[in-house]
C-alpha cells in the first residue's frame, strides 16, 4: 500500500507540475480545424486564452477533490475488506459485461469532462486532449489497483481494458474531429421485482437506496451509442441536434454469474435458476443538447452536463428473439 501511495504521488505531481508549465495561447490553428471539422454549422466549442488562474485552480481541484473522493471510497469501502497481496482477478464473465459498458462509459465522460475544464485554462489543443484523456483513464486505473489489492477481488484486466476502449474513443473524436459526434450516454430506471424474495435479493446485491441501486442494479442501467447525424452526414436535412442511439442492458441478474448463491459452507441460499438471465438491445432517438445554440453560458453549462445521460424516448428493444415497442425508455 505504501508503494501504491507513492505512485498516486508521483503521478498527481507529474500531472500538476506539467500542466502548471504549459504554455498557452489561443492557437490558430484551432480556428482553421473548426472550419473544417464543423460543416454541421452546430456551435463550435469556445477556445479560451491561457489562464495561469485557472490552470492553478483546476489542478488543486483534481488533486484535492480526486484525493477527497478517493479517501471517502476508501473509509466506505475498501477498509472495510479483507487486504491481500496485489493480485488480478478475471471477471470477464460476470453481469452480461453490463459492468464493462459502465466502465468505459465513466472512463469517457470522466475524460471529456476534464478535458472541457482544460480547455477552460486555455490550454493548447493536443495538451488538453491528452491530459483529459490520460485523466479520465487515471482515475479509473487507480480504482482497479485498489481493487488488485482487495482479497475478494483483484485488478480486472477486463475493466482495464474498458477503461481503455472508453477514454480512446473520446480521445479519437476529439482528434480527428474537435467534438464528440458518437457519444456515451447513461440512462437508469429503478427496478421492483415483483415478489419478495427477489426484492430482498435484489437489496443485497444492489443496495436499498437510490444511489446505491442507480450505481449497482445492473439489470435497470441501459448505456448508449449516441450518433450525432448531421455531424456524420452533413448534407442530410436533418436537424442539427437530432441523434440516433444504439442501447445495450440486461435483466434476470441475480448474481454475477448466476442466479444461485451459496454461503461460505457451500449451502444453498438462493436459488432462481428459472429466471432466465439475457441481453437487452435498444434502439431510439436522441437529443445531443450540445448542438442547441445559445449565449447563455449557465445553459450551456447544463447541456454539457446533460448530455451525459440519453434523452428519454420511444424505443424499440430486441431481446429474447422478440422485438417489442416501448413509448418511453429511459
Request: proline share 3%.
Amino acid at each position: 500500500m505504501k508503494k501504491l501511495k507513492a505512485c498516486l504521488f508521483v503521478s498527481v505531481f507529474f500531472l500538476s507540475s506539467f500542466t502548471m508549465q504549459a504554455q498557452g495561447k489561443l492557437v490558430s490553428k484551432d480556428s482553421l480545424r473548426l472550419s473544417a471539422n464543423f460543416k454541421d454549422n452546430s456551435p463550435a466549442p469556445i477556445y479560451y486564452p491561457y489562464n495561469k488562474k485557472r490552470v492553478s485552480a483546476i489542478t488543486a481541484v483534481n488533486i484535492a477533490g480526486y484525493g477527497g473522493a478517493l479517501a471517502g471510497l476508501n473509509a466506505a469501502w475498501y477498509a472495510k475488506q479483507p487486504r491481500s497481496g496485489f493480485h488480478f482477478f478475471n471477471d470477464n464473465a460476470e453481469w452480461l459485461q453490463v459492468d464493462k459498458t459502465g466502465h468505459a462509459y465513466s472512463a469517457y465522460s470522466e475524460s471529456r469532462a476534464s478535458m472541457e475544464l482544460w480547455r477552460w485554462a486555455g490550454l493548447p489543443r493536443n495538451q488538453r486532449i491528452w491530459i483529459g484523456g490520460l485523466t479520465g483513464l487515471g482515475y479509473q486505473t487507480v480504482i482497479e489497483v485498489l481493487d488488485g489489492f482487495a482479497d475478494e477481488y483483484g485488478f480486472s484486466v477486463g475493466d482495464f481494458a474498458a477503461n481503455l476502449l472508453g477514454t480512446g474513443m473520446f480521445m479519437a473524436q476529439e482528434f480527428a474531429w474537435d467534438q464528440q459526434r458518437v457519444m456515451l450516454k447513461f440512462s437508469f430506471h429503478k427496478r421492483n421485482y415483483g415478489q419478495a424474495d427477489l426484492n430482498l435479493r435484489a437489496d443485497k446485491i444492489y443496495g436499498k437506496t437510490e444511489i446505491e441501486r442507480f450505481l449497482k442494479d445492473y439489470n435497470a442501467q441501459t448505456y448508449w451509442l449516441s450518433a450525432n447525424i448531421n455531424s456524420l452526414v452533413p448534407d442530410i436535412n436533418f436537424p442539427k441536434w437530432l441523434s440516433l442511439a444504439v442501447g445495450y442492458g440486461a435483466d434476470g441478474m441475480f448474481g454475477a454469474r448466476s442466479n444461485i448463491a451459496v454461503d461460505k459452507t457451500g449451502a444453498v441460499i438462493f436459488d432462481r435458476s428459472d429466471i432466465r438471465r439475457y441481453r437487452q438491445w435498444y434502439l431510439s432517438p436522441d437529443i445531443d443538447l450540445t448542438k442547441i445554440k445559445t449565449n447563455k453560458k449557465g445553459l450551456k453549462v447544463l447541456f454539457f452536463v446533460l448530455s451525459a445521460v440519453k434523452f428519454p424516448a420511444p424505443t424499440l428493444e430486441f431481446s429474447n428473439g422478440n422485438v417489442k415497442g416501448h413509448w418511453i425508455v429511459f
